[in-house]
């Protein structure tokens, strides 16, 4: 049993896919620098994939979804999948509670994904301080909760549409669940249900930072609910090095090809690679991937290219063997690291090609085109594709176009932005010490 005493014990609890489980590990190791002990807990299928190790003050531990032995897989549909994760999720969140409540250093502090909203009840039952943490930017979540509110109204029947704080968007701006009524319910559901209990939480975090959002965080949505932008979640060496050896996320449910991409790339000039991924969920049509393959085939830039292994039997036969050197496909790779590698970008200033597919993706692109202005976002046609005349046009246009040199300045103004709110003093470490204030105060 553990002697050292803590300031408090946080149990994190992420939803169990890549995109949720990384920014909660990295906001732990945050609240570990604050003083504080940390768990991040993940489905026993995910712990076993990950195999995750445990240090002295941020540890690893498991809850079960029901598919312990294959996980997603398993299930027979995605709402079965989400009512068995609530029902056995439930039980063994508690007994992960009773678990450690005699040691010296007992869960004191449950934060969840909201996607898991009934993680919330159970600290509750416990008597235990329970923080919501969204991983999406505080326009998607607005949108949501204009919707689960009833604010917004479903099926929209005109545009443009209007929400405090947000550009003007039109319906293709929406996220998908709400744009394409019908596509995903189950999934549908689970945003909106978001919202169902966060009135109750002790304090809601948003990866997200200040600056980046100030519109939507301070004049609307703080209106609201009282949010702590703490973002950006990511390792520390790309922000302020306060942390020792945090230079990577840590846990990754794909095998990542980082050799074969660090070294390829370190073979290219300076800004002369595109990459280009769409995500561990998102699933491109056989259509789509075609004109993708040839718009990347068919310019005149190197270019990484993330397929997953169940993806790749939508390449166009004989793709990899005929772009030679010219380009990569990967099934996985370190995104940080190949951010910042300076055959695509420095240190993490990127500017982007938006070419959504699903969720949250749409909302992002009109975003980086007509509010953070570090892309474009390319046009789709009729038939739901974007061809490759156009994925061509936009490649060229960030860079080697006009506006090519401003979406760079402003990639780097974003990245100077986040690295200054992330640090010391910054704007979401201020309010990392405000929850942690908040919190052990809770305690006494």
Not at 247 to 273: A, H, Q, R
Not at 372 to 386: D, L, S
């Amino acid at each position: 049993m553990e002697n050292k005493a803590y300031r408090g014990h946080v149990l994190a609890l992420p939803f169990p896919i890549q995109g949720h489980i990384n920014p909660l590990l990295q906001f732990s190791k945050r609240l570990v620098s604050k003083g504080l002990k940390a768990t991040l807990a993940t489905t026993l299928f995910i712990h076993n994939t990950m195999q995750p190790q445990s240090s002295s003050s941020l540890q690893f531990d498991t809850i079960s979804d029901g598919y312990d032995e294959g996980g997603f897989a398993q299930a027979e549909s995605i709402h079965a999948c989400l009512n068995r994760m609530e029902t056995i999720g439930s039980k063994t969140l508690a007994d992960l509670i009773i678990k450690n409540k005699n040691t010296a250093n007992p869960i004191d502090c449950i934060i969840y994904d909201p996607f898991l909203p009934w993680a919330l009840e159970v600290s509750k039952k416990f008597g235990i301080y329970g923080a919501a943490f969204f991983t999406q930017t505080c326009a998607v979540n607005f949108i949501y909760y204009h919707v689960h509110h009833g604010i917004l109204k479903l099926p929209i029947t005109s545009t443009p549409i209007s929400i405090p704080g947000l550009p003007v968007l039109e319906l293709e701006d929406m996220p998908s669940f709400i744009s394409l009524p019908g596509s995903y319910p189950a999934y549908f559901e689970m945003v909106l249900n978001q919202f169902s209990s966060t009135d109750k939480a002790d304090a809601v975090l948003v990866n997200t930072f200040y600056e980046l959002e100030p519109e939507v965080v301070v004049d609307s949505m703080s209106n609201v609910c009282r949010l702590l932008p703490i973002g950006p979640t990511i390792p520390s060496f790309y922000l302020d090095k306060h942390l020792e050896n945090d230079n990577d996320y840590g846990l990754n449910l794909f095998i990542s090809d980082s050799f074969v991409c660090n070294n390829w790339l370190n073979t290219k000039p300076e800004g002369s690679v595109i990459y280009a991924s769409f995500g561990s969920m998102a699933s491109l049509s056989s259509k789509q991937m075609e004109e993708l393959a040839f718009a990347l085939k068919g310019s005149k830039f190197h270019f990484l290219w993330v397929v997953k292994a169940s993806e790749e039997a939508k390449l166009p036969e004989n793709f990899v063997e005929e772009i030679g050197n010219k380009g990569l496909v990967v099934q996985w790779c370190s995104q940080l690291e190949v951010l910042s590698n300076k055959a695509i970008g420095i240190e993490l200033g990127v500017p982007m090609v938006g070419v959504p597919q699903w969720t949250d993706q749409t909302t992002n692109a009109k975003y980086v085109q007509d509010v953070w202005k570090v892309g474009v976002r390319a046009k789709v046609c009729e038939n739901g594709i974007v061809e490759r005349e156009e994925i061509e046009f936009c490649i060229k246009e960030v860079m080697e176009g006009e506006r090519g040199k401003d979406f760079l300045e402003n990639a780097r103004k974003w990245r100077d932005l986040a690295m200054k709110a992330g640090s010391e003093g910054g704007s979401s470490d201020k309010n990392i010490d405000e929850f942690v204030s908040k919190f052990i105060n809770s305690l006494i």
